[in-house]
């Protein structure tokens, strides 16, 4: 267990507003991601980050940004909500020594109407 | 470009049965191979992490292998039972010129039944 949980689990919003959703790990890992999943795309990887206010772009980056301040907290948000961007978030952590190994959160499921 | 391939997207088996998961990926060059299982509605877990440089890694009833010169790992799963029926994921680490890149397949979702 990598000390990681999410927040909102559930969220339902309207399209157009902004939405951020927070994943907090206790930790103290280095290298932080997100990732949407998707029925018949998998997982696909939005933004991560390898360091405080050290963030970089994904696959599927268009739409989304990222914010690290602290090491416990990287937040994702969607500045204008969009129904294309309804999916399960889930945040992941990179274990300490570059070995990539990745652990999970629980998720968070957004839906966008 | 880099892809990982799951197939069968979905495999039913009677409880007891061993069976073998693979996962296939189109590059050599990678720095390791990492297999989840997602039960419905939840996260991941991780399984077993296989470096570059390894042939197998075993946990339990479970053990993962690697061949980088054709592409491929299996997981194999010895004496199934109902609580392995999940979605099985492997993600790979591909490295190119210095940069890393994640990439998962689609998963194979397993059903064991009683």
């Known amino acids: 267990d990598a000390g990681i949980t999410q927040s909102p689990r559930h969220k339902v919003t309207e399209t157009g507003t902004p939405v951020t959703l927070r994943c907090h790990q206790t930790?103290?890992?280095?290298?932080m991601y997100w990732y949407r999943q998707d029925p018949g795309h998998g997982l696909r990887l939005i933004h991560y980050?390898?360091?405080?206010?050290?963030?970089d772009k994904g696959e599927v980056s268009d739409g989304y940004s990222v914010s690290r301040s602290k090491t416990e907290d990287f937040l994702l948000t969607l500045e204008s909500a969009t129904s294309s961007q309804t999916s399960v978030y889930f945040c992941?952590?990179?274990?300490?020594?570059?070995?990539?190994?990745?652990?999970f959160g629980p998720g968070t499921r957004l839906t966008v109407t | 470009k880099q892809e990982v391939t799951q197939i069968p997207a979905a495999l039913s088996v009677p409880e007891g049965e061993n069976l073998v998961l693979n996962c296939s990926f189109t590059?050599?060059?990678?720095?390791?191979l990492q297999w989840f299982r997602q039960d419905p509605g939840k996260g991941l877990t991780s399984l077993l992490l296989?470096?570059?440089?390894?042939r197998e890694q075993t946990s339990g009833r479970l053990n993962a292998s690697l061949d980088k010169s054709s592409g491929r790992s299996t997981l194999y799963i010895a004496a199934s039972q109902p609580g392995d029926s999940a979605t099985y994921l492997c993600?790979?680490?591909?490295?190119?010129?210095?940069?890393?890149?994640?990439?998962f397949g689609t998963g194979t979702r397993l059903k064991v039944l009683a």
């Open positions: 992941a952590v990179g274990l300490a020594g570059g070995s990539y190994e990745q652990y």
């Open positions: 930790e103290n890992h280095r290298y």
């Open positions: 980050s390898y360091g405080v206010k050290d963030t």
């Open positions: 590059d050599s060059a990678i720095y390791n």
């Open positions: 296989i470096q570059s440089s390894q």
């Open positions: 993600a790979v680490t591909f490295t190119t010129s210095g940069t890393y890149k994640y990439i």
